[in-house]
């Protein structure tokens, strides 16, 4: 087995390939790495693949174009340590039977993880009672809280993140809504769920969750109509991409107390310090930090490395990542 690993060098590749790892893989066969501190230009990569039947890429590398894959024709499988391929094997990919892999898995698993945990901390207004306490000694008389037990959550896409997140809401006795063109009235109830239109869980749902991918059909899908549905006492939680939400009209209808939100991404990264959304008291704002936690990074690597000699025969394996889930991926 010839691999190639493109991840550069550095603290980035070492969280997920650790030294114990790195000798796993180059007791693999013979095994060549990305020596650059940087990831590797599309020129660099056709270059450097030469007879690797498989590239081990992370976030940022160069996309496999018909260049590349024309320089790597014993490549058949691609094994990226990041979430989304989107960006990094397209049609072409696809088109030469070469087997994509991704943590996305294992990645979605610590996003629900992170979205159980601010829909939580919101509801349970944690941080502004922790605030309070640092602050002023004790709660105050007027204090009020929320649980999620029993609410009605709403799903907005039904990806990999918002599977297990309905996973985790059903020990919660929560009644699951789902919004998302791609799955059957049968497949919601397999997660104890039912399909609803946009407007039905804006309007009704105690929580709001999103889970669409960034792509051009969902820029702005949540509009100023649909959060102005929300009602007063309802949350909407973003763990998925800032931009499928205008975050203007979002922050104008925060300041007004509209509802409360539970943000993870912005429309612009790092959020600045100029944004309408800082210094609001309904408003949990979170650096982009839902996931995957840092220690999920090392068993994605081995997870991955798990699955490789079943991909190499041929076999299917449960990182798989097809091509029509591909296309719905963020890019």
Not at 196 to 221: D, G, M, N, Q, W
Request: proline share 5%; glycine share 8%.
């Amino acid at each position: 087995m010839n691999i190639y690993v493109a991840m550069p060098c550095g603290a980035v590749r070492d969280s997920f390939i650790p030294a114990a790892v790195r000798e796993r893989i180059e007791a693999m066969g013979g095994t060549r790495w990305n020596s650059l501190e940087r990831n590797l230009t599309e020129d660099e990569l056709a270059c450097e693949l030469g007879d690797a039947q498989v590239c081990v890429t992370g976030w940022g590398s160069a996309p496999f174009t018909e260049k590349v894959l024309g320089a790597a024709p014993a490549l058949r499988v691609i094994a990226h340590t990041g979430g989304s391929v989107a960006a990094l094997a397209g049609e072409a990919v696809y088109d030469r039977n070469i087997r994509v892999m991704s943590g996305n898995e294992l990645y979605a698993q610590s996003v629900a993880e992170g979205t159980i945990g601010y829909i939580l901390a919101s509801l349970r207004r944690i941080p502004q009672f922790a605030g309070q306490l640092q602050r002023e000694g004790w709660s105050r008389p007027d204090w009020t809280n929320e649980g999620l037990i029993g609410q009605r959550v709403g799903l907005v896409g039904f990806g990999a993140v918002a599977r297990y997140t309905a996973k985790l809401l059903r020990a919660f006795d929560a009644e699951i809504m789902i919004w998302a063109d791609h799955v059957t009235p049968e497949e919601a109830a397999r997660y104890g769920a039912r399909k609803a239109s946009l407007e039905e869980i804006f309007e009704t749902c105690k929580v709001v969750s999103l889970h669409l991918a960034r792509t051009p059909e969902t820029y702005h899908i949540i509009d100023e109509r649909l959060l102005s549905l929300l009602r007063p006492d309802s949350l909407l939680v973003n763990t998925a991409r800032g931009a499928i939400v205008d975050e203007a009209a979002m922050a104008r209808l925060l300041r007004e107390g509209r509802f409360r939100a539970a943000l993870d991404v912005y429309e612009q990264e790092p959020l600045p310090m100029s944004s309408p959304l800082r210094g609001l008291e309904n408003a949990l704002l979170i650096p982009h930090m839902g996931g995957p936690t840092m220690d999920r990074r090392l068993f994605v690597t081995q997870a991955l490395l798990d699955a490789l000699p079943a991909a190499l025969r041929g076999e299917e394996t449960w990182l798989d990542i097809s091509r029509e889930a591909m296309r719905r991926m963020t890019r």
